[in-house]
Each structure stands twice: as structure tokens, then as C-alpha cells.
């Protein structure tokens, strides 16, 4: 227990009912991982199977899949034309990826500026990024769709990168610990010569590492996980994201539930690369989890 | 007092980075050129006009429009707005996010508030536990939405409906039935959210100085009198911010009902019974193209979001505190 932590903690008995609870936690998990290896007889059986009783992988890619032929899987793999699976993996990624770190750049210079320097309207610009993070971003919705048709960029990476970088929450969280980069740290570089642009690559970024390595993983798990957006701008093949492909399939679940096999496999993979970066950055994921919530 | 609200969340929860609101002002200092540095604050400045500011005056502009994103806009008043007060659907939606939001909320809080007590110590199992429940906020988004539409299946081979059948209980179209549509968006959003509300109120709980609980030890205060005088009292600014914005996260609630409810022919299941605000925005506005119209909805969502979090800060102050 914490707070009390000379004190024994709750009788393991009085815990069984959490244990339970976080066995419920793992089990879609579970699911989606056996699912995925499920072979297509398996996977509707009623009652289900807990243990995978003929693990196979044609539900990645079935070598014997032929159009037409019944009783055929398809595979993940073999799902879509064009790029396929690895093509919307790799949009996600590369989107991912350019957002966190050119949002980051972008939202760290007007972090240093609006912390460490004063000029006229300087306050209400600050007041202006604070009051945007009242308003719930499905506001804009409208009229940035309508931009991005104005501009010709419906079904273009345009869309997906561009619009994506205006991160205000960003600003204000960097401008909290920019503020926390003593003066005379900045006083001294100009002394020696250093110019704004030096100032904020060299001497506050470095400073205001661990709020940066927070707010990449607060930027990149949430354009991970971008599922409205792209939605709305993009209805082609090319320029389809792993969550929008996910959200398709998870349509098509509907209509054929003997398509579970693949889209659990889709799913697995879709999981796998979150988890290594948890694994890597455990410690500043939980920062960025909590700074996530913290936006309005 | 906003600012000091927030200020002091974020100084419980950004782990090493300090945070401090309190001093508002930017350095003192004033430089004689600002070229430069209105250089480095452009690129924001441009991106934030365009994609933030301008967006939502336009918004504004067009909620009072009759625009379908054909013929050109004409102003009508205020239609858009008495229509949504006479329409039907808006307040399905309306009354399904509220029992959604007021739901999540409350359950979220009270295990999340549950989870950190039991599983908050140092000791290996205590952060297993930790890192269990915290798993769907790091493996989830809608890959996981999949998988929960896969165990919610209406057929026997659904894993929840083959565990009724287990007490002998005939399969149940989960996301079929009305009545249990907006529980099933609560079952998600828990299993998604309480691990996160655990990690923050581990935070808040380890803020607490163990001083306290030494000298109302001593007082021979019993644990349940520390728990209820002691901890609930000091975690108060992380129980109003874990309430604030969990409302406003769980009003904004689209993936979770658009992919588990939302079918060929309308976003919000049968007979709209998972219908929400931001779903119905986006059935409005992008299945019909009233866009005109799905402007308003989304100014009255933000009318409701914004006045929620006044009455949830104004709650939330301490009675024996002066308002700064």
C-alpha cells in the first residue's frame, strides 16, 4: 500500500477479487493472440476454443489461398491490393514518426520564445494556446476538412502531416519547463555570443529533455492511434493508415465473422510495435500517459 | 485559478519535469531585437492560426449557416440551434453520452482511486499489477476495439457468449441489444481507462507526506479514519483533475461506438441506442454533409464540455480555502 508503507498491506484474500479483475485486464489480449494462429474450422467453433488446438499461420498468409475456392482463408497479407498491410503499417509509421518530430520542433522554438521572451502581444498569444485547450478538437473537424478540400489535399499525406503539427498543448507544456531553464544558463550564452536559434537547439532542448521525451510519446501514441482524422480525409487505398485499415476490417467482422483469423493477426501485429516502445521507454511512457490526460 | 489547477496537476504527474504555473509572466527580460525570435515562434504561430484559431471561429461562423458543402453558405440564424433542441436524435445522443460520461467517470475514479491503494507499493508483484492494468493505455486504440468486437460476437463462438453458455444462458447479441448498448461502451472504456486513473492517483498518493500518517498513527487513528481524514482529503487536486478531464475525454467518446455499433446504414446502433455526440456530429456532418448543422452540434458539445469543467473546478474548491 502506498502512502502507508509501514503498515501491512491488504490481506492477500481481500486482493483475490483485483487479481481477477486484472486477469480480465489480459484476456482480450489472449484473445487476439490465439485468435490470430486459430485455424479457419477453429476460429468458429462454438464453444470457442481457450487453447489453440492447430495453431497455424494462414491467417497472415495462406500459400494455398485461390479465389473462389471454399473453405479458404485469406490471408492478412493477401488481403489488399496496391501496398497492402505493410503498406498502411509503413503510412502509420512514417506519419507517426514526422508529426511527433516536426510537431516537437515547431511546438519547442514557440515553447523557448513564449518562456524566456517578452514582446508585445507576447500574453495574449499565451492566453490564446491555453484557451484553445478548452475547446474539443472535434470543433475544428468542419472547417479543417473543408481546408483540406479547398486545398486539393483530401487523399494526400498532405493531410495527414500538415494539419497535425498545430499541437498547443505542446507549446504550453514545454513553455512550463522552458521556464525552469535558469536565465542565466541563457544570459551567459548570449555573452558568448551565442544567437536565439544556438540558444534554443543547444542550451534549452538539451535541458528539457525528459518534458520532450514526455510529450513524444504523448505526440506519438496519439497519431498512432489517429482514427477520426483520417477518416474524414482519406478515402483511398494508398493513403490508408494501419487504425483505418483496422477500422475496416473490424467492419467486414460483421459481415463475415469467419474473417476473424486475419484481423486478429492484424490486429497482433498492430500491437507488437507500441509494446516494444513501452518496453524501451517504460519509464518516460508513464509521464506521457499522465501528461496525456492532462490535456483538455 | 484555472492556471493554479492545472499547475498543480501537471507538477503531480510530470513525473521528473517540474511544472509550475504559478509564475505567468515570461522573463523579465526585454530584448532589443525580436526578429529572431519571432522567427522561431512563426512556424507555431502559422500552423496554430490556420489549424486551431481560424477553424474555430470558422466553425462558429458556419453552425449559423445552412451549409452543405455544395452550394455556397447563407446565414440563418439561429435554426441550426432551435432544430437541435426540437430534434429527437440530438437528445438520444445527448442522454447516451451523459450516462456514458457520468458512468465512466464515477467507476473509473472509484477503481482507479481502488487500484492504487492495493497495487500502489515498490514491492516486483505490486508493479506487475501496475504494468498489467496499464497495458490498454499502451496497447490499445483500435486494434483493441476489434478484438473487443470479436468477444462481444453474437454467435455461439463469441468467447462471452460461449461463457453464458456455461450456466446453460442462450447466446445474447451484445451489441444488438438496446438496453445494454451504452454498458457495453462503459465495459470498454473501463477496461481501456483505469489503468491510467491508477497510475495518477499512485502519483497523488505518493505526494502525500508519510509524517501524516506517522502522527495520526500515534493520535491512534485507525486506517480507515487515516484513509477517509487522511488520504481522500490530499488527493483531492488529483480526484478533480482525474474527474475534469475524464469528463471531457468521455464526452468527446468516437472510436469505441462508431466501430462497435456503427453499421452500413447508421452510426449509432440499433434504434440509436450508442449513439453520442461526437457520432451523431460526425452522421450529420459527414453522412449527410449538413454541415451547417453539425457545426452547431459541436458547439453545443463544447458549450456543455466547457461548463462542466466550470461546475466540476467550482465543486472541487476547498470550503476552507479563499477563491484566489
Redesign the interface.
Known amino acids: 500500500?502506498?502512502?502507508?508503507?509501514?503498515?501491512p498491506?491488504?490481506h492477500s484474500l481481500m486482493?483475490l477479487p483485483?487479481?481477477l479483475?486484472?486477469l480480465?485486464?489480459?484476456?482480450?489480449?489472449y484473445?487476439?493472440v490465439t485468435?490470430a494462429f486459430k485455424p479457419l474450422g477453429e476460429?468458429?467453433?462454438?464453444?470457442?476454443t481457450l487453447i489453440v488446438q492447430d495453431p497455424t499461420l494462414k491467417n497472415f498468409y495462406n500459400a494455398k489461398y485461390a479465389p473462389g475456392v471454399s473453405d479458404q482463408i485469406q490471408g492478412l497479407f493477401q488481403r489488399f491490393t496496391g501496398t497492402g498491410f505493410l503498406g498502411f503499417f509503413a503510412n502509420s509509421f512514417a506519419i507517426t514518426v514526422f508529426v511527433t518530430v516536426a510537431s516537437l520542433i515547431?511546438?519547442s522554438?514557440?515553447g523557448?520564445?513564449?518562456?524566456?521572451?517578452?514582446?508585445p502581444g507576447?500574453?495574449i498569444?499565451?492566453l490564446?494556446?491555453?484557451g484553445?485547450m478548452?475547446?474539443?478538437?472535434?470543433?475544428?473537424?468542419?472547417?479543417?476538412?473543408?481546408?483540406m478540400r479547398d486545398f486539393g489535399w483530401i487523399n494526400t499525406y498532405w493531410a495527414l502531416l500538415?494539419?497535425g503539427?498545430?499541437k498547443?498543448f505542446a507549446?504550453f507544456?514545454l513553455i512550463?519547463?522552458i521556464?525552469?531553464v535558469p536565465?542565466e544558463l541563457i544570459d551567459a550564452a548570449r555573452i558568448d555570443g551565442a544567437?536565439?536559434?544556438r540558444i534554443?537547439w543547444q542550451i534549452v532542448l538539451p535541458l528539457?529533455r525528459?518534458?520532450l521525451a514526455?510529450m513524444a510519446i504523448f505526440v506519438s501514441?496519439g497519431e498512432?492511434?489517429n482514427?477520426?482524422w483520417p477518416l474524414?480525409v482519406v478515402n483511398d487505398d494508398a493513403h490508408v493508415t494501419?487504425?483505418l485499415a483496422?477500422?475496416r476490417?473490424?467492419?467486414s467482422?460483421?459481415a463475415d465473422?469467419r474473417a476473424?483469423g486475419p484481423?486478429?493477426a492484424?490486429?497482433l501485429l498492430?500491437?507488437v510495435p507500441?509494446?516494444i516502445?513501452?518496453l524501451v521507454f517504460q519509464?518516460?511512457?508513464?509521464?506521457g500517459?499522465?501528461?496525456g490526460?492532462?490535456?483538455? | 485559478m484555472r492556471n493554479d489547477k492545472m499547475g498543480l496537476a501537471a507538477s503531480t504527474v510530470g513525473g521528473g519535469v517540474k511544472v509550475t504555473l504559478g509564475s505567468a509572466q515570461p522573463s523579465r527580460r526585454v530584448r532589443r531585437s525580436f526578429t529572431i525570435p519571432l522567427l522561431l515562434l512563426l512556424p507555431f504561430m502559422v500552423l496554430f492560426a490556420a489549424f486551431v484559431l481560424y477553424p474555430v471561429i470558422n466553425s462558429l461562423y458556419l453552425s449559423f449557416t445552412n451549409y452543405n458543402a455544395i452550394s455556397a453558405p447563407k446565414l440563418i440564424g439561429i435554426a441550426n440551434y432551435t432544430d437541435l433542441l426540437q430534434d429527437p436524435r440530438f437528445y438520444k445522443a445527448l442522454g447516451n453520452t451523459a450516462l456514458f460520461v457520468v458512468s465512466v467517470v464515477v467507476i473509473n475514479t472509484v477503481l482507479g482511486l481502488t487500484l492504487a491503494v492495493v497495487f500502489g507499493g515498490e514491492g516486483v508483484w505490486d508493479q506487475v499489477m501496475r504494468a498489467v492494468f496499464f497495458l490498454p493505455s499502451v496497447a490499445g486504440g483500435i486494434a483493441i476495439l476489434a478484438v473487443w468486437k470479436w468477444i462481444l460476437n453474437s454467435e455461439g463462438y463469441g468467447i462471452l457468449n460461449a461463457a453464458r453458455g456455461l450456466f446453460g444462458l442462450a447466446p445474447i447479441t451484445w451489441l444488438g441489444t438496446p438496453s445494454l448498448a451504452i454498458a457495453m461502451l462503459v465495459m470498454v472504456a473501463v477496461w481501456g481507462g483505469m489503468g491510467g486513473t491508477m497510475i495518477l492517483f499512485v502519483a497523488g498518493l505518493r505526494a502525500i507526506p508519510s509524517e501524516l500518517y506517522e502522527a495520526a498513527a500515534i493520535d491512534g487513528a485507525t486506517p480507515s479514519q487515516r484513509f477517509w481524514k487522511i488520504t481522500l482529503p490530499l488527493l483531492r487536486p488529483t480526484m478533480l483533475y482525474i474527474i475534469i478531464t475524464g469528463t471531457i475525454g468521455a464526452f468527446q467518446v468516437f472510436n469505441e461506438p462508431y466501430l462497435l455499433f456503427g453499421g452500413v446504414s447508421s452510426v449509432g446502433g440499433l434504434l440509436d441506442s450508442a449513439l453520442t455526440l461526437v457520432t451523431y456530429l460526425y452522421d450529420r456532418g459527414f453522412g449527410r454533409f449538413q454541415l451547417g448543422y453539425a457545426s452547431a452540434v459541436a458547439w453545443v458539445l463544447f458549450i456543455i464540455v466547457f461548463a462542466l469543467t466550470l461546475i466540476n473546478l467550482r465543486l472541487g474548491e476547498p470550503e476552507d480555502r479563499t477563491s484566489e
Open positions: 500500500m502506498v502512502g502507508e508503507t509501514r503498515s498491506g491488504l486482493r483485483f487479481y479483475l486484472a480480465t485486464v489480459l484476456f482480450p489480449y484473445w487476439m485468435s476460429i468458429t467453433k462454438a464453444p470457442p515547431i511546438a522554438a514557440a523557448y520564445v513564449l518562456a524566456k521572451h517578452k514582446f507576447s500574453r498569444v499565451f490564446l494556446i491555453i484553445s478548452m475547446i474539443p478538437w472535434q470543433v475544428t473537424i468542419i472547417p479543417n476538412f473543408l481546408t500538415i494539419p503539427l498545430a498547443a507549446v507544456f512550463q519547463s521556464r525552469g536565465d544567437g536565439e536559434v534554443w528539457v525528459p518534458a514526455a501514441l498512432w492511434n482514427f477520426l474524414l494501419l487504425p483496422l477500422g476490417l473490424a467492419g467482422l460483421t465473422p476473424a484481423i486478429m492484424a490486429t498492430a500491437s507500441t509494446l516502445f513501452f519509464r518516460q511512457f508513464v509521464s500517459i499522465t501528461v490526460s492532462l490535456k483538455g
